[in-house]
């Protein structure tokens, strides 16, 4: 469960790693995890405890951790990659070599060594950025493309099963616990239509055509550190939901969220389309910077995975609408079904678009 952090506690957590600070103050706009800037006479560092209630299973998710930042670094090294300690998160052990430590209340923390010098930004508003972001997260991939150690943990079970996420919006539409689904009969109906298209990508995994990666799992822009003067992308950040999973959930979180035409909870999503420079950014650079490390069928499907990716999210949303609002935090009543329907109107998008957006996607193979 998430627990009240006493006040002196970031400090003596702090000294469990072997550092002497100096400050330890709140840093960064993050919703879940509790985040501390560090100082020392020496040098910042950022000191985190894990949400268990958010991730219910904080040992393994820092297992995951600590197998994949260790990968990656040993990656950029033997490519020779120039300032490896800006381009990838570097956990700070105990001094008996933890990679976290779970203090008297049964917390768990860790230590990242500070990356100075790049700022996260919160929304792509150009296709430079998108390109950008893009490539950073398929050049992650690619960079896990050969990890060959222990199957990472599943952390989030079933985190993007859209079998699942589909029968658990049509048990709650029979159950209609807030008899709201008169009001959205029609919404719901359209939903219950794409069972197909929900299942597709899972139907290529179990048949071999898409094979199980380790993937990000949350790619936004604001997880990519961009640098400061360069305005270079340095490093993937927020790796907390890494596991294993397709590369194309991946992508597909990328253009749900950077090539649409309006925000997320719109009121009105009539006027919503594709942001086609927006997706052909994105589709570049997420397939310059994964290179050889996809199949043929990873860099074709990246419109069917948009599609995929964008109905799970309708699901969520509307069925938590349903369910009477108890999952995702609204700010006024009807902002979740308002995020249902965009997700349902980019989708539509996405389909009127797909032949266009195939054609460039092939140009990029």
């Known amino acids: 469960m998430n627990r009240i952090v006493p006040e002196d506690l ?78 990838v998160l570097t956990l700070v052990r105990t001094p008996d070599r933890a990679d976290f430590h779970v203090d008297a209340y049964g917390q768990v923390w860790r230590v990242f060594e500070f990356i100075g010098g790049a700022t996260s930004h919160e929304v792509i508003t150009a296709p430079v950025q998108a390109y950008k972001a893009a490539c950073a997260f398929g050049h992650f991939q690619s960079l896990l493309a050969d990890y060959d150690g222990p199957r990472l943990h599943e952390t989030i079970p079933r985190f993007h099963d859209t079998v699942k996420r589909y029968e658990d919006f049509a048990t709650v539409v029979e159950a209609d616990p807030v008899g709201r689904v008169a009001e959205v009969r029609e ?26 990666r380790i993937t990000h799992n949350d790619t936004k822009l604001s997880n990519v550190l961009i640098d400061d003067v360069t305005g270079e992308a340095m490093c993937v950040v927020d790796l907390d939901t890494v596991m294993p999973g397709l590369s194309l959930y991946d992508f597909a979180d990328l253009c749900r969220s950077g090539a649409t035409t309006v925000a997320e909870d719109a009121p ?18 997420y397939l310059a910077g ?54 349902i109107a980019l989708v539509k998008a996405l389909q009127r ?13």
């Not at 950029?76 to 300032?83: I, M, N, T």
Request: proline letters at 5%; hydrophobic letters at 40%.
């Open 187 to 212: 919404e719901v109906d359209w939903l219950l239509g794409r069972r197909e298209l929900a299942g597709s990508m899972l139907r290529l995994a179990a048949e071999g055509v898409l094979p199980e």
């Open 268 to 285: 009105d999503a009539s006027g919503l389309d594709v942001d086609v420079p927006m997706f052909q950014a994105l589709a570049e650079g």
């Open 353 to 365: 678009h797909e032949p266009a957006l195939n054609a460039y996607v092939a140009t990029l193979s």
């Open 290 to 343: 994964a290179g050889s490390a996809l199949l043929p069928a990873e860099r074709e499907l990246l419109v069917l995975a948009g599609e995929v990716m964008t109905l799970e999210q309708a699901y969520r949303f509307l069925g938590d609408h349903l369910a009477g609002d108890t999952y995702y935090q609204t700010s006024r009543p009807g902002q979740n079904l308002d995020r249902a329907r965009t997700q």
């Open 10 to 87: 970031p400090v003596h957590v702090a000294e469990v790693f072997g550092l002497a600070p100096v400050s330890a103050r709140r840093y960064g706009g993050g919703h879940i995890n509790d985040t501390y800037l560090v100082q020392t006479s020496g040098r910042p560092y950022i000191l985190q405890r894990i949400n268990d209630s958010v991730f219910t299973r904080p040992v393994e998710l820092m297992e995951n951790l600590g197998l994949v930042t260790r990968h990656v670094r040993a990656r950029l090294e033997a490519e020779g990659a120039e300032d490896v300690d800006r381009r």
